[in-house]
């Protein structure tokens, strides 16, 4: 499958004031699509706030992304002038939401 982009996609998404993506690595990529996010986080880089969801360590990152140098570069950015909020030792609130509706 080829993934085309429309045109201006990746300016009009790297000019929000703000963006959210949630579950990074939740399905799998192609390899241009590793690109056209890596394009995105490189535009936003130092200029906009990005937020990134994910169940998966950065150490795991490569396994989604399968490039290597991509992969580091790509966390090297993201990580630059951030907040890392690691969440593995949290309890999840969904068992006791689920049980009062």
């Not at 949290?90 to 049980?99: I, Q, W």
Request: aromatic share 6%; charged share 20%; proline share 5%.
């Amino acid at each position: 499958m080829r993934i085309i982009p429309k045109p201006n996609c990746l300016a009009n998404i790297s000019a929000y004031d703000c963006l959210l993506i949630d579950e990074i690595g939740y399905v799998e990529v192609e390899p241009v699509q590793v690109g056209l996010f890596f394009t995105l986080m490189h535009r936003r880089h130092r200029k906009n706030p990005t937020l990134i969801t994910s169940n998966l360590g950065f150490s795991e990152w490569g396994s989604f992304l399968k490039n290597a140098h991509l992969t580091a570069a790509l966390i090297d950015r993201l990580t630059e002038n951030s907040h890392v909020i690691n969440m593995k030792q949290c309890v999840s609130l969904r068992p006791k939401l689920s049980h009062e509706s």
